[in-house]
């Protein structure tokens, strides 16, 4: 079995990030949640995890604001992130380091894609 990761997956739509966090626990990773972006970064800094999974849209701090402050800071720079986007962003979101992800496809979908790139 492959060895267990700290993922952190944060945004707003409770009901996408319940199945994310329920189908990345089964295996055996430890999943903490944020519902803005500012509650992510914070957190990414005390947790150092391997993999960061997060909206563009959010509260308090967007996405890209979030991935900007993540990529600049020591302890968090080289976590592996994907963003979810609606596609407007993919670019900024690639130049910036990160895995754009397409959130208008099913969560089947999504965490299959996540389970591909990077668990």
């Keep these: 079995m492959e060895q267990s ?15 994310l966090t329920i189908e990345i626990s089964k ?9 803005d972006g500012e509650v992510c970064f914070k957190l990414a800094k005390t ?5 960061i999974i997060m909206d563009t849209f ?11 402050a993540l990529k600049s800071e020591k302890e968090t ?16 979101i690639e130049n910036l380091g990160a895995v754009a992800l397409h959130k208008d496809v099913t ?3 999504i965490i299959s894609d996540i389970k591909k790139l990077f668990i």
């Design 107 to 109: 969560p089947e979908t």
């Design 5 to 19: 990761k700290i993922i952190i997956i944060a945004g707003q739509d409770i009901q996408l990030i319940d199945f």
């Design 77 to 92: 720079k080289d976590a592996e992130i994907a963003v979810f986007t609606a596609g407007g962003n993919q670019k900024d």
């Design 58 to 68: 959010m509260p308090r701090q967007s996405g890209l604001e979030t991935l900007r």
């Design 47 to 51: 947790i150092h995890p391997n993999l």
């Design 27 to 35: 295996d055996y990773h430890k999943v903490y949640t944020a519902p």
